[in-house]
């Protein structure tokens, strides 16, 4: 039984990130920056689900004047930075 409810309590967190999929990519190709660049936004945000998987670890990203920012999974404010072309 406790399997179960394990089982079903991760199938609704999983379709509940499916559902606001749409709303997180309308947000990412409307954002300033990524007007008339959709193709460019959309490659950033598949680019960085895809390596923040399969990286064992926060990944350390190069911004502005030699300052670089470290990013893991999860880390909303800073990926959206990323999604967005802002580092």
Same mark, same amino acid.
């Given at each position: 039984m ?11 967190? /999983?379709?509940? !990130?499916?559902?606001?999929? %749409?709303? &997180? *990519? ?9 007007? @008339? ?12 689900? /895809?390596?923040? !998987?399969?990286?064992?670890? %926060?990944? &350390? *990203? ?9 990013? @893991? ?15």
């Amino acid at each position: 039984m406790e399997f179960n409810q394990a089982f079903h309590s991760r199938l609704r967190a /999983i379709s509940g !990130r499916w559902w606001a999929l %749409p709303r &997180v *990519l309308k947000a990412i190709t409307g954002h300033p920056p990524n007007r @008339g660049r959709t193709v460019k936004a959309l490659s950033r945000f598949v680019g960085w689900q /895809i390596a923040s !998987r399969l990286a064992s670890g %926060p990944i &350390v *990203l190069p911004w502005v004047n030699d300052v670089s920012f470290v990013a @893991g999974q999860g880390d909303t404010g800073i990926t959206g930075n990323i999604y967005c072309g802002l580092h």
